[in-house]
């Protein structure tokens, strides 16, 4: 399966790896080689932990670059239309009556705290392909929640 993207999201995501591979690995790889120096490795802290930092960033460079290799940046406007796809911003009313707005995005932009849901979450999932006025039911493990959509919009 592709991975979906919107153009601010791909941007972070190789802000991040830019970041990884000019400043914090070259960092970390110095601070190693100073530990190293300083003699027996076996009891040197601040070596085996910047040995561990240094696997981590690692692998997150090897995420990254596997994540934006496969990436489809959709643009703003590719769907635009009157119902929820990929990049739309979503405004929902709970069955308190109070209006949230999501946005659905791809699963590595996900941030649920900031309205940004994955289209391949539950929630996500059920508000694509609908449009204002259509009324979705989410399972949650907290139980069914019936939600009315409001509004539908591309930014």
Not at 28 to 50: L, P, W
Not at 60 to 85: M, Y
Request: net charge positive.
């Amino acid at each position: 399966m592709p991975n979906y993207l919107t153009p601010a999201g791909h941007r972070r995501l190789a802000d991040e790896l830019v970041r990884l591979t000019s400043v914090e690995r070259p960092r970390v790889v110095q601070e190693v080689a100073d530990a190293a120096a300083q003699g027996d490795r076996s009891e040197n802290a601040e070596y085996i932990y910047g040995k561990k930092r240094l696997r981590e960033i690692d692998r997150r460079i090897r995420f990254l670059t596997r994540r934006l290799d496969g990436a489809v940046v959709v643009q703003p406007g590719e769907n635009e239309s009157e119902v929820a796809r990929f990049g739309a911003s979503v405004q929902v009313r709970t069955p308190d009556g109070a209006l949230v707005t999501y946005r659905l995005v791809g699963p590595d932009e996900s941030d649920p705290a900031r309205g940004q849901v994955s289209f391949q979450s539950p929630l996500g999932g059920a508000l694509l392909r609908r449009r204002a006025g259509d009324s979705v039911v989410v399972r949650r493990p907290a139980g069914e929640v019936e939600l009315e959509i409001v509004r539908v919009w591309y930014d």
